[in-house]
Structures are given as C-alpha cells and as structure tokens.
C-alpha cells in the first residue's frame, strides 16, 4: 500500500509541458473566482470605509493591479508546486520550503502595489499608508493568503487524486470481470480439462519422457493461469517460476533454438508485477524472434532495479519490428493496460528496434496504485 505523501507526484504524462505553464480552464476558472472574490470584497471596503477614502480612485485602481500581480504570482507558485511534486519531499521538507516561497510571493505581489501607491500618492493619508509597518503587515497577510492558496491547491490534488485511483480501480475491477467471463466462454470444465489432461499423460508410454512432459508443464501452466485468476499482483519470482515452465514447454518444441540467457539482479526478486506479464514478453519473443529463423534466435531475460528505484524488466530477441507488428498485438495491449491500472501513467511497456534485435522493456514504480495493493 502506498504510504500517504504530503504532496501527490507529478510527471510529463501527467502534467505535459502545456499543462504545466498555462495550466487548465479549472485551474485559471478557480484563480478567477478567488481572487475575485478577494477584489470584491478590497472594493466593497474601500467605497464603504468610514471615514470615506480621500482617494478612492487610487484605492480601486491599486486593488485591480494587485489583482493581476497576485494571479501572476500564484501560477508561479504554481509551478513551483509542480517541480515539488516530481521530488516527493517530506513533510519537514515541505514545510522548510513553501515557507520561504510564500513570503517571496508576498513581497513580489506587494512590492509593486506599495511602489505603485508610493508613486501616486497625493495626501498625507496615502503616503501613511506606505510606511515600512504598514508594508511589513501587508507581507505578513499576502504570506498567510498565500499559505492558504497553496493549501486548498494540495488539498484539491489530493481529492482529484483520491477520485482517480477510485475511478482506476473501478476499471481493474471491470476488466478482471471481462477478464473472467472470457475465461469461463474458453472454459467448459478446469476440472475436466485437468483430468484429460492426466488421463493423457498416462496414456503415454513411460519411455516418451519428452510427450509426457509436455503435458506436465501444459497442466501447470493452466493450473497457473485459474489459481491467480483473482490475483492483481505477485512477486517476481514466482513470476519468474511460471515463466521457466512455459519456457520449458517451448525448450521441447525448439530444443537448440531456443537459447535462453537470464540476468536476474536479486532485489528485483520481490518486486510485485502483474501475472503473466513476463510470459507474455517471452511468448512475444518467441512467435517473432525464435519460430521466425531456421537457426533460432538468442532470447535475453534481464530484470534490475534502476536508480529511480524502478524495476525494469527486459526481453530482448533477435528480428524485426515490422514483422513483429503483423500480429494482433492483444497481449501487448492487455499488458499495457494492465500495468496503466495497477501502477498509474509512471508504469510504461515499449517494443522498440535496436540493430538486429526487437527489445520489449516494462518499467514498473516501486509502489502500486493505493487501492491496487
């Protein structure tokens, strides 16, 4: 489960470079309503102050102006925010930094109203009001409005995010539905398949090592696939075990065809993946690199940890990508979305050209999605 953070994570997938610097129409719909709400409430006391204002056209005209600094001022903070939220800082880290970020926006958002007023002034009243306390409690205030901005911006972050991972995991739920009734109209019997499956195993001479083997494995990896029917996540490596049956399987059909190297780094062995989706890349592997060459093909299993703490896993075999892409693509697909609703946008699977071979990398982050654990 992940643990909660003081400020949700942000990315280019999440906040392209548009989004980013002129953000959205809610984004800019907000900043219109609150600092509206701000100049109304400035204006409404500046024509209704007692004693009455000597110059209220100044009064008004320096609220406007304030106004646009402080919506400026505020998307910079915004953005700010988002370089924040690409770094995960605690909360001491957090506070430490935002603190001094909202006293910088005060004094950017008040200097220029306080110079502009300086500027202007033309009675005695108006310059009073430009006096280094006056100026210091006009900081101290924006610091605190600020602080609340930035506040209920978080706040918001939170609560859209909360509401995404509801929505996601809504729609794991509908797809492992969709998932199981597919499996059910594939199935008539598990049971009974299981038991032809080891009346065809006995039906095979003893001295037929290599048949009654094939079905061995065959029995496994079905058992394999209805037992973690109902499973989102395992570790890798019982991941990793049901691969080397399937690969097993194979190593019967192609014998020395199939050349398999495997480089698995140990603290990637309790990393949590999605079942299957390391057969699903050897199985990719095999139909366009191996089953296309007389000679066979070299098939690379590698899984590391990155320094982003990322576990990535890699198949690599020999071939092209054109030619890989003459088929339907489902599994591909399927485990695209798979690792979209348990991990979020950071979980990423490409099928890429590299010289002579096709390489499928899945970059997984070291947490799944809150409600996917």
């Given at each position: 489960m992940r643990s909660f953070t003081p400020i949700p994570y942000a990315d280019d997938t999440t906040h392209p470079l548009r989004r980013r610097w002129l953000g959205t129409t809610?984004?800019?719909?907000?900043?219109?309503?609150?600092?509206?709400?701000?100049?109304?409430?400035?204006?409404?006391?500046?024509?209704?102050?007692?004693?009455?204002?000597?110059?209220?056209?100044l009064d008004l005209l320096l609220t406007g102006g304030g106004l646009v600094v402080g919506t400026l001022v505020t998307h910079l903070?915004?953005?700010?925010?988002?370089?924040?939220?690409?770094?995960?800082?605690?909360w001491t880290t957090l506070?430490?930094?935002?603190?001094?970020?909202?006293?910088?926006?005060?004094?950017?958002?008040?200097?220029?109203?306080?110079?502009?007023?300086?500027?202007?002034?033309?009675?005695?009243?108006?310059?009073?009001?430009?006096?280094?306390?006056s100026y210091l409690?006009?900081?101290?205030?924006?610091?605190?409005?600020?602080g609340v901005w930035v506040s209920l911006y978080l706040g918001y972050q939170h609560y859209s995010r909360a509401r995404q991972a509801v929505i996601e995991q809504l729609k794991l739920d509908a797809a492992v539905k969709e998932a199981e009734l597919r499996a059910l109209r594939s199935q008539i019997n598990p049971h009974f398949l299981f038991n032809s499956l080891n009346c065809l195993r006995a039906l095979i001479p003893r001295e037929l090592s290599r048949p009654r083997d094939a079905v061995t494995l065959l029995a496994d990896l079905l058992r394999a696939s209805l037992t973690?029917?109902?499973?989102?996540?395992?570790?890798?490596?019982?991941?990793?075990?049901?691969?080397?049956?399937?690969?097993?399987?194979?190593?019967?059909?192609?014998e020395s065809r199939l050349r398999i190297h495997r480089r698995i780094s140990g603290p990637s062995a309790a990393r949590l993946v999605p079942p299957f989706l390391v057969q699903t890349l050897i199985e990719n592997a095999i139909k366009f690199g191996v089953a296309q060459f007389d000679e066979g093909s070299d098939v690379a299993l590698t899984?590391?940890?990155?320094?982003?703490?990322?576990?990535?896993?890699?198949?690599?075999?020999?071939?092209?990508?054109?030619?890989?892409?003459?088929?339907?693509?489902?599994?591909?697909?399927?485990?695209?979305?798979?690792?979209?609703?348990?991990?979020?946008?950071?979980?990423?699977?490409?099928?890429?050209?590299?010289?002579?071979?096709?390489?499928?990398?899945?970059?997984?982050?070291?947490?799944?999605l809150p409600l996917s654990a």
């Amino acid at each position: 489960m992940r643990s909660f953070t003081p400020i949700p994570y942000a990315d280019d997938t999440t906040h392209p470079l548009r989004r980013r610097w002129l953000g959205t129409t809610s984004y800019w719909v907000a900043q219109a309503c609150g600092w509206g709400l701000l100049g109304v409430s400035l204006a409404f006391s500046a024509l209704y102050s007692d004693p009455p204002s000597k110059n209220l056209k100044l009064d008004l005209l320096l609220t406007g102006g304030g106004l646009v600094v402080g919506t400026l001022v505020t998307h910079l903070v915004r953005i700010l925010l988002l370089v924040l939220r690409r770094r995960q800082p605690s909360w001491t880290t957090l506070v430490g930094v935002l603190i001094p970020i909202s006293v910088a926006a005060a004094v950017a958002l008040v200097n220029p109203v306080f110079a502009a007023g300086a500027h202007c002034a033309t009675t005695t009243e108006d310059l009073e009001k430009t006096t280094v306390g006056s100026y210091l409690s006009t900081i101290f205030l924006f610091a605190l409005l600020i602080g609340v901005w930035v506040s209920l911006y978080l706040g918001y972050q939170h609560y859209s995010r909360a509401r995404q991972a509801v929505i996601e995991q809504l729609k794991l739920d509908a797809a492992v539905k969709e998932a199981e009734l597919r499996a059910l109209r594939s199935q008539i019997n598990p049971h009974f398949l299981f038991n032809s499956l080891n009346c065809l195993r006995a039906l095979i001479p003893r001295e037929l090592s290599r048949p009654r083997d094939a079905v061995t494995l065959l029995a496994d990896l079905l058992r394999a696939s209805l037992t973690l029917g109902q499973t989102h996540l395992i570790p890798l490596s019982k991941e990793l075990e049901m691969a080397e049956n399937y690969l097993a399987l194979e190593q019967l059909r192609f014998e020395s065809r199939l050349r398999i190297h495997r480089r698995i780094s140990g603290p990637s062995a309790a990393r949590l993946v999605p079942p299957f989706l390391v057969q699903t890349l050897i199985e990719n592997a095999i139909k366009f690199g191996v089953a296309q060459f007389d000679e066979g093909s070299d098939v690379a299993l590698t899984a590391s940890v990155d320094d982003a703490r990322n576990l990535v896993i890699s198949v690599e075999n020999d071939g092209r990508l054109d030619c890989a892409t003459s088929g339907t693509g489902v599994g591909l697909r399927n485990a695209r979305a798979r690792l979209a609703l348990l991990f979020g946008p950071a979980a990423t699977l490409t099928l890429e050209q590299r010289g002579d071979r096709v390489v499928a990398v899945a970059t997984i982050p070291p947490e799944p999605l809150p409600l996917s654990a």
